[in-house]
């Protein structure tokens, strides 16, 4: 079965950094792309990052770029999110992704649960 | 960056109707490449459509979409008390970032 179990959510202070991590099973990683994708209190999906298959390139947000860092490990089956100088709007639930395809973040086709980012002081 | 307006933003429904759902982008989307989520309370999206209109694996036939160049459609017949939800449109195949419309809500009248 195919699974996306994210982790590294909480409570941080504006300014602050956190790590995301995204574990995924059932599936030959490297082969696809992944992507991040968070859905602030009350409101609609907002697309943040996506890496290729190999992690030779890396895709972002407007709203993040320069701050947060998408990365994976293929020998682990696991995606990252690092997240720096966070604000307040980026509290949101995170979810982690997997793409249909193994190059550019196009069709999400599986899900993780999502893990809930709150920044305030 | 290609930009969705989905309407309506709420449809109030019975069980056994039918909805149709409607997604418009802000320039034409390359070769149809159009995909619908499902996102039901406290859970993280489902993958219904791409291609504009072939169902994911799992899917039922209940849920139909087409459209192509701005206009596109997602349609669900005879509604179930599980398609009770919000439902979001995202094209892909042109530059990123990827973008959502900005979701459509079936609920129960």
């Known amino acids: 079965e195919v699974q996306l179990l994210e982790s590294g959510g909480g409570l941080v202070q504006p300014g602050g950094s956190l790590r995301l991590s995204c574990a995924a099973s059932g599936f030959i990683f490297s082969s696809y792309a992944m992507s991040w994708v968070r859905q602030a209190p009350g409101k609609g999906l907002e697309w943040v990052s996506g890496?290729?298959?190999?992690?030779?390139?890396?895709y972002y947000a407007d709203s993040v770029k320069g701050r947060f860092t998408i990365s994976r490990d293929n020998s682990k089956n696991t995606l990252y999110l690092q997240m720096n100088s966070l604000r307040a709007e980026d509290t949101a639930v995170y979810y982690c992704a997997k793409d249909q395809v193994v190059l550019v973040p196009e069709i999400m086709d599986v899900w993780g649960t999502g893990t809930p980012v709150t920044v305030s002081s | 960056e290609i930009v969705l307006t989905q309407s309506p933003g709420t449809l109030s429904l019975s069980p056994g109707e039918s909805a149709t759902l409607s997604c418009r982008a802000s320039?034409?989307?390359?070769?149809?490449?159009l995909a619908w989520y499902q996102q039901k309370p406290g859970q993280a999206p489902r993958l219904l459509i791409y291609g504009a209109s072939s169902r994911a694996t799992g899917i039922p036939d209940r849920f139909s979409g087409s459209g192509s160049g701005t206009d596109f459609t997602l349609t669900i017949s005879r509604l179930e008390p599980e398609d009770f939800a919000v439902y979001y449109c995202?094209?892909?195949?042109?530059?990123?970032?990827?973008?959502f419309g900005g979701g459509s809500k079936v609920e129960i009248k």
């Open positions: 995202q094209p892909y195949g042109s530059s990123l970032p990827l973008t």
């Open positions: 320039q034409s989307v390359r070769s149809r490449y």
């Open positions: 890496i290729t298959g190999s992690g030779g390139d890396t």
